[in-house]
């Protein structure tokens, strides 16, 4: 059965709800052992508690997906009544990543890309650069409308110009990414406003680490590890921060 792969901002969202569970049942039980024994042993249980939940967050490395066939009926019944922009972008992804199904997702996609829709059009390009399609990826991201406006989409490019190996504009595009997005924030995916918050620090903490792994190519260590520092103490999971560039890079 093949695995699904998913973004590394989606598993730090899925990490940290994991801890915040964990972390509801330390709280119970510390609330049971203050009833039961008093104040020392409830705290002493709730330290021990938050230790371990912190743990098993950091070695929680993957999540298993809700069945294809309950995903196929969420999908036919949020599509049937929700063609935004936002909803059509989801169900593409789930076609690509739960059903492993590139054709039709890109087909969706590429069926609403007069819309110019930032996230639309995110989503069409972050597909073909991981299907290999590059030239294809950057020509859709550099014809849309708010191609120098919007910072998923400036990273994307980002992301496909890294690819190619055209730093020095990848890194241009990152800059510009940041200080968008520092100032307007992301576009809604739609999520809960908590989610929302979670993806936002976690693409922002991806793009300054991928910022950086720029500068290391550049040979600005400097500048590099300001970015790697600033994309850290974005990230509440140790295990996420990064100091160097990685070496698929």
């Known amino acids: 059965m093949q695995r699904i792969q998913f973004d590394p901002e989606i598993i730090y969202v899925q990490?940290?709800?994991?801890?915040?569970?964990?972390?509801?049942?330390?709280?119970?039980?510390?609330?049971?052992?203050?009833?039961?024994?008093?104040?020392?042993?409830?705290?002493?249980?709730?330290?021990?508690?938050?230790?371990?939940?912190?743990?098993?967050?950091?070695?929680?490395?993957?999540?298993?997906?809700?069945?294809?066939?309950?995903?196929a009926?969420?999908?036919?019944?949020?599509?049937?009544q929700d063609t935004r922009p936002?909803?059509?972008?989801?169900?593409?992804?789930?076609?690509?990543?739960?059903?492993?199904?590139p054709t039709q997702a890109i087909s969706l996609l590429e069926k609403f890309l007069p819309s110019q829709d930032p996230l639309l059009c995110t989503t069409?390009?972050?597909?073909?650069l991981k299907e290999g399609k590059t030239k294809q990826a950057l020509y859709i991201l550099r014809?849309?409308?708010?191609?120098?406006?919007?910072?998923?989409?400036?990273?994307?490019?980002?992301?496909?110009l890294l690819h190619i190996g055209?730093?020095?504009?990848?890194?241009?595009?990152?800059?510009?990414?940041?200080?968008i997005a520092k100032q307007?924030?992301?576009?809604?995916?739609?999520?809960?406003?908590?989610?929302?918050k979670l993806l936002t620090l976690s693409y922002m903490a991806s793009i300054h680490h991928t910022l950086a792994?720029?500068?290391?190519?550049?040979?600005?260590?400097?500048?590099?590890k300001q970015q790697y520092r600033a994309g850290n103490l974005l990230l509440f999971d140790l295990s996420l921060w990064r100091h160097s560039i990685v070496r698929s890079l």
């Open 73 to 80: 009926q969420r999908m036919a019944h949020e599509i049937s």
């Open 86 to 101: 936002v909803s059509i972008a989801r169900f593409a992804c789930q076609l690509y990543y739960y059903f492993h199904e």
């Open 15 to 71: 990490k940290i709800y994991f801890f915040m569970f964990l972390a509801t049942l330390t709280a119970l039980s510390c609330a049971i052992i203050f009833w039961l024994l008093g104040l020392f042993f409830a705290l002493l249980v709730l330290g021990i508690g938050l230790s371990v939940s912190y743990i098993a967050m950091l070695t929680k490395k993957t999540f298993s997906p809700p069945s294809k066939a309950l995903t």
């Open 213 to 224: 792994d720029c500068y290391c190519l550049l040979e600005d260590l400097p500048s590099a």
């Open 166 to 179: 055209k730093i020095r504009e990848a890194a241009n595009m990152y800059e510009r990414s940041l200080l």
């Open 184 to 196: 307007n924030g992301f576009p809604s995916s739609g999520a809960h406003w908590f989610t929302r």
């Open 143 to 160: 014809e849309n409308s708010f191609a120098l406006d919007d910072p998923l989409l400036l990273a994307t490019q980002g992301h496909v």
């Open 124 to 128: 069409l390009a972050d597909i073909l």
